[in-house]
């Protein structure tokens, strides 16, 4: 029935955890956009500390927000097919991947044009090892549950080390960016600075909105049951089923090589939208990111 999946939706939007979950999810944003534009100087791609102001900022909304608004799920979906909604959930965590390498290529291009070593604190150990967990996680979830040969013995075993993985990469996302903060603002720590206190503050913002998230996360209603006899997704057709796997493989593979081909060989295109958003006034950055993290948090939640 149209009007109670409305109003399913309408009641699992308005629950205070996930408007909490995604309100402070675009307050995080606007305060690291609202640090780097207020006293870093603003945003660029030439290789200057401008460019390296990229870094937080793509690393917060890629590594943290965006994650973690697609890590847990609506119980809306649960008694639909679960095929496209793991296609979206695939998808909008490789985007959420992508922004985070890409805020590695700021920090790292900006390490190499000024001579400085890469890879020298703990706070840079912790993003590399959160990236490199973030990628197997990917790349092992994406094989285990969209190819349709996987075993569903090999699904079953993975399944409980999946998310325990996702919540693992989230915390240390977190980590990450709190280290990070307390690094950038070592040497000004003396003197307590206007900058420091409100960096701080977006350090502390990033832990509620970690708490948060992990709360839904272990919160009981809001974990999918396992399907039943007489679930509606169960008298789906095993060919039907069977075929739209295959058509969701093959079109989340597609767009993977696409986005991968474009950053290896068309990496431009991507430091040119960088740069006409660093043109932007800070008033229509923050409405572009705010309008995608409200997509993206609407659109992820419902992604498992």
Same mark, same amino acid.
């Given at each position: 029935?149209?009007?109670?999946?409305?109003?399913?939706?309408? !009641?699992?939007?308005?629950?205070?955890?996930?408007?909490?979950? *995604?309100?402070?999810?675009?307050?995080?944003?606007?305060?690291?956009? #609202?640090?780097?534009?207020?006293?870093?100087?603003?945003?660029?791609?030439?290789?200057?500390?401008?460019?390296?102001?990229?870094?937080?900022?793509?690393?917060?909304?890629?590594?943290?927000?965006? !994650?973690?608004?697609? /890590?847990?799920?609506?119980?809306?979906?649960?008694?639909?097919?679960?095929?496209?909604?793991?296609?979206?959930?695939?998808?909008?965590?490789?985007?959420?991947?992508?922004?985070?390498?890409?805020?590695?290529?700021?920090?790292?291009? !900006?390490?190499?044009?000024?001579?400085?070593?890469?890879?020298?604190?703990?706070?840079?150990?912790?993003?590399?090892?959160?990236? /490199?967990?973030?990628?197997?996680?990917?790349?092992? %979830?994406? %094989?285990?549950?969209?190819?349709?040969?996987?075993?569903?013995?090999?699904?079953?075993?993975?399944?409980?080390?999946?998310?325990?993985?996702?919540?693992?990469?989230?915390?240390?996302?977190?980590?990450?960016?709190?280290?990070?903060?307390?690094?950038?603002?070592?040497?000004?720590?003396?003197?307590?600075?206007?900058?420091?206190?409100?960096?701080?503050?977006? %350090?502390?913002?990033?832990?509620?909105?970690?708490?948060?998230?992990?709360?839904?996360?272990?919160? =009981?209603?809001?974990?999918?049951?396992?399907?039943? =006899?007489?679930?509606?997704?169960?008298?789906?057709?095993?060919?039907?089923?069977? #075929?739209?796997?295959?058509?969701?493989?093959?079109?989340?593979?597609?767009?993977? *090589?696409?986005?991968?081909?474009?950053?290896?060989?068309?990496?431009?295109?991507? !430091? #040119?939208?960088?740069?006409?958003?660093?043109?932007?006034?800070?008033?229509?950055?923050?409405?572009?990111?705010?309008?995608?993290?409200?997509?993206?948090?609407?659109?992820?939640?419902?992604?498992?």
């Amino acid at each position: 029935d149209p009007k109670v999946a409305g109003f399913n939706l309408l !009641y699992c939007c308005g629950t205070p955890d996930y408007l909490l979950c *995604l309100c402070l999810g675009i307050v995080c944003v606007v305060f690291v956009c #609202y640090w780097n534009n207020t006293w870093r100087g603003g945003f660029a791609w030439d290789g200057t500390a401008l460019q390296f102001n990229w870094h937080p900022v793509l690393m917060v909304t890629g590594l943290v927000v965006l !994650y973690g608004n697609v /890590v847990y799920r609506i119980p809306l979906t649960w008694g639909q097919n679960k095929q496209p909604w793991k296609l979206l959930h695939a998808g909008l965590l490789f985007l959420a991947f992508f922004l985070s390498v890409l805020g590695l290529c700021a920090v790292f291009d !900006y390490h190499k044009k000024g001579g400085i070593p890469n890879l020298y604190s703990l706070h840079s150990w912790l993003g590399m090892c959160t990236t /490199v967990l973030f990628t197997a996680q990917w790349v092992l %979830g994406s %094989g285990a549950f969209l190819v349709p040969w996987s075993p569903m013995a090999f699904r079953k075993i993975l399944k409980p080390v999946h998310v325990w993985m996702g919540s693992v990469i989230f915390v240390l996302g977190i980590a990450s960016c709190i280290s990070g903060i307390n690094e950038k603002l070592f040497f000004p720590y003396s003197k307590l600075p206007p900058e420091a206190v409100f960096a701080n503050s977006l %350090g502390i913002l990033i832990v509620v909105f970690g708490l948060v998230v992990l709360k839904i996360l272990s919160n =009981p209603e809001w974990q999918r049951p396992e399907p039943g =006899p007489d679930d509606e997704s169960s008298r789906v057709s095993i060919t039907a089923r069977r #075929y739209m796997e295959y058509a969701v493989f093959f079109l989340n593979v597609f767009f993977f *090589l696409f986005f991968l081909y474009i950053y290896i060989y068309q990496r431009h295109v991507f !430091y #040119y939208v960088l740069h006409l958003f660093s043109a932007c006034q800070f008033k229509r950055q923050v409405l572009l990111v705010g309008i995608v993290l409200l997509l993206c948090g609407l659109f992820g939640s419902v992604a498992l």
